[in-house]
Structures are given as C-alpha cells and as structure tokens.
C-alpha cells in the first residue's frame, strides 16, 4: 500500500505549483507545520513502529470481548477517525463504559500522566478527572497508542479497566506484532487531510492566522490556523459515518465534484469555559463501507469554516474549500 508524504513537504510544493491547466500566480507563502510533541521518549522494550501504526486497524489490537467481565459489550467500532477505536459497555447497574483506543501524535488527554514500568515497558498512567482513566505507550516520537476509560456514573474501577486493555494490547507492542487495516487502498485512511488544500485558497478565510497549519496524526485531520474552537480556522476531517442526511435548520443537499453533500451552517454558541464563533460544515460522502453485518456506514469528508462572518460568507467559502479538496482526491 503507498503511504502518504509528510504534510509539510506536501505543503511546501503546493505553494510553489499551481494546478495542471490553472494560470501561475504569485506564490503563497506555507505556514509553518506544528507537530505536537509527546510527554515521554520512546519506550524501550517496544518492536511496534510508527509506520506500523499508520497502517493498523485500532480494533484490532485487543480482543474487546474481555471487557465482558463488566457487563454487555455492545459494539467496538471506529467513532470518529480510523486511527480510534471505541468500545461500548453496559453494566449491571445501568449505566455505560466507554473504552477508547487510538493512536495520535501525542497523549492527549491527561496531562498528569506519570511513567511507569510495566513488563519492561514504560507505560503513562494517570486519572481523567474524577470520570476517566488514561494510559499510554510511547512508539515513537510522534507515535503514541492511547487508552482512555470513562464512565459518569461508575468511576470506582476505571482504571482496572484500562489496565486490562493495557495489559491486551502490550504483547502486539512489544513483538510488534501490529494487525494491519483492511480498508482498501482507494480509503481515506490513505489520504493526507493537508494536502486537499493549497494555502492561496484556505488564507480567503479573513482573520486567520496565516502561519499555521496542524496535522492530525497519519493525516486523518488537518486544522488550518489556531487549533482551538474559540479560534478562526478551517479544519478537515476524515473518517466513518452515517449515510448523510439534512436535519438540521438551515442544512442544504447538495453535489460537490460529483459526489453527495450536505452544507449544514453552524450557529456557533459559548460557556463559562470558551466560545465557539459560528461556522459552516461541507460534509462529503465519498465512498460506502462493505462492513458484512453492521450498520451502513460511509467514508466522509469533513470540511469545516469557523469564523466571526456571516453565514453566506462562511458557507459559500466552504463550499468552495470542498470543491477544490475534491479535484485532488485520488
């Protein structure tokens, strides 16, 4: 399978060259790529490597079903990007785990993670409020396998939890014995989010910070300008979803480069905590999942403005970042 280049040297050329038949302009100047940086080196004792992980399936680095122990395993699947895994748990008592496994750039989550050894592996173990437990492995500098355990209602044996499914996943780590995806190659796990758009065309968006770019881990998401949601930005995301559906006020169905959208603006809102400026969403429907047996599922591209304009300005924008991330898919 052909990987994807690093977003920065994808930038790069992208400021320099126009498209095939599209007149040469002035060139944009590429913003700086921000690549976030782990909490630990990487662990000794690990044969997993990061090449591995960009090309592992999460779901299958366990088997979920010791998570019956507490209770009824509902489902195991790919919530949001294929680079996370995400288990379902119904108690006795009524209430619901949710076990996660992903794999990022960093830890994430828990920024009181702490070191410990375990079967000659240093592994990052630390509590997510009072709700959530969290450990880690370091693979490689940019390379981290994460575990987060949550339940709002039950949170006495969390971390027992996420040291089982630990305790599931370290043996492949340390063999590195790393089960690959089965997506095919035409997947959007195969895609790097940065490259669908050039910096002339995402630096229309007025008011965003021109000098950074941030990739998620294995390109599966890619945020233009500041990261945070109180910030003017354009990010992109890849991943599984429902068939696409308008229901929401305001959504509109639409075809863009020939495939089936939605444009669903956003209202944007705020809390104690942050605001979030209003936005506009281009979600793309860009091939079906043959998942045999689950719910009918879609690989979607998801395009998002989010900025302190109108709503024409913000959805006519995003329409139009679709369509030029579109012509570039493969």
């Known amino acids: ?29 590429p913003p700086t790529s921000v690549f976030p940086s782990v909490s ?19 779901c299958l680095l366990v088997d979920w079903t010791i998570l019956t122990a507490y209770g009824s395993l509902e489902r195991v699947e790919t919530p949001i990007e294929f680079t996370d895994c995400e288990a379902t748990v119904y108690r006795p008592a009524g209430t619901s785990l ?74 492949k780590l340390i063999a590195g014995d790393v089960p690959p995806s089965a997506l095919p190659d035409e997947s959007l796990a195969n895609v790097d989010a940065c490259a669908l758009l050039r910096p002339e065309e995402v630096f229309r ?32 995301n890849f991943g599984p979803a429902l068939p696409l559906e308008a229901d929401s006020t305001g959504d509109r169905e639409t075809e863009i480069g020939g495939l089936r959208a939605v444009v669903h603006p956003q209202p944007g809102g705020s809390n104690p905590q942050y605001r979030t400026p209003p936005g506009c969403e281009a979600r793309i429907e860009y091939r079906r999942l043959d998942r045999p047996g689950q719910v009918a599922e879609i690989e979607e591209i998801s395009i998002q ?26």
């Open 1 to 29: 399978m052909i990987r994807r280049v690093m977003p920065l040297l994808v930038l790069l050329l992208a400021g320099c060259a126009a498209e095939p038949g599209e007149p040469a302009a002035p060139p944009v100047p």
């Open 40 to 58: 630990a080196q990487p662990s000794p004792g690990i044969k997993a490597t990061e090449e591995q992980l960009r090309r592992a399936d999460p």
């Open 98 to 171: 949710t076990v996660s496994l992903g794999f990022g750039l960093a830890f994430g989550e828990g920024a009181d993670l702490r070191p410990v050894e375990r079967d000659g592996v240093t592994v990052q173990v630390g509590e997510l409020g009072q709700y959530g437990c969290g450990r880690g492995v370091a693979v490689a500098e940019r390379a981290v396998v994460s575990i987060h355990a949550r339940d709002d209602r039950h949170p006495g044996d969390l971390c027992a939890i996420a040291d089982r499914v630990l305790d599931a996943a370290l043996p």
């Open 205 to 236: 968006l007025r008011g965003i910070d021109r000098t950074r770019v941030t990739p998620g881990f294995d390109g599966q998401n890619c945020t233009w300008g500041e990261p945070e949601v109180s910030e003017t930005n354009v990010f992109i």
């Open 305 to 330: 403005v989010t900025a302190d304009e109108d709503e024409k300005y913000r959805c006519d924008l995003v329409t139009d970042l679709a369509e030029a991330a579109v012509r570039r898919l493969p």
